[in-house]
């Protein structure tokens, strides 16, 4: 399963928008941009997306970038590891 990246269109003020075209270039990620992901005080205040259902946010769009790229690593471990834990059962 494909890692999820979600960014909201109201968001790209911040230069998430170069975030979301570089991260579009990956096939091994699946990125959504919606019209609003109804997280407005973040969307006003810093570059923002959401992995997996969970916001990562960061001071600039290029750290913003390095922080997704981490939280993708870290859902994918946490699964590859529920994963192993079920087959052990």
Known sequence: ?????EFCASNMHHGTDRV?????Q?????????????????CYLFP??????????A???DELYDR????????????EALDRLIDDM
Not at 20 to 24: A, D, I, N, P, V
Not at 48 to 57: K, L, N, Q, S
Not at 68 to 79: K, N
Request: net charge negative; glycine share 12%.
């Open 1 to 5: 399963m494909k890692p999820i990246i």
């Open 20 to 24: 979301m075209k570089r991260l579009e």
């Open 26 to 42: 990956d096939p091994e990620l699946e990125v959504i941009e919606y019209g609003c992901l109804g997280n407005c005080g973040e």
């Open 48 to 57: 923002f997306g959401m992995v997996g259902g969970e916001i990562v946010a």
């Open 59 to 61: 001071p600039t769009a």
């Open 68 to 79: 997704i790229m981490e939280a993708v690593e870290e859902q994918q471990e946490e699964r």
